[in-house]
């Protein structure tokens, strides 16, 4: 049975790459463009593995990873964000973010080893 995978991402474009790579490993991938549409793919899926994106266009990647906590605490939840400050990394893993990855510091080839070490 394949891994499922919710990737909430804004970036359509990185989106795609991301699906497509863990697409080829073997996951089963759903997309969710921004916050509303990840609320509602997390409330009629489940998934083994979440990757989030912290800044959405509508609701807060920070907010979105605290409504995931109040229904699990063991859900994988990998944040990958342009956002690399340390205050902002500390508040992820605090709300309790499994890992997390700055865009620039990672390949694709990494995120599926990442996953499947995660899951």
Not at 23 to 35: E, L
Not at 45 to 60: A, T, Y
Request: aromatic share 6%; proline share 2%.
């Amino acid at each position: 049975m394949s891994k499922k995978i919710l990737i909430i991402e804004d970036d359509t474009f990185l989106q795609g790459l991301a699906a497509n790579k863990l697409g080829d490993a073997g996951f089963d991938v759903t997309t969710a463009s921004d916050g509303d549409e990840a609320v509602t793919e997390l409330s009629n899926e489940k998934f083994n593995c979440i990757l989030l994106d912290l800044m959405l266009p509508d609701i807060s990647g920070f907010d979105i990873l605290k409504s995931i906590r109040e229904t699990s605490k063991s859900l994988p939840v990998i944040v990958f964000s342009n956002l690399s400050d340390d205050k902002d990394i500390k508040k992820a893993l605090d709300l309790g973010a499994t890992d997390y990855l700055v865009k620039s510091n990672f390949t694709l080839e990494e995120l599926v080893e990442k996953i499947e070490k995660t899951i």
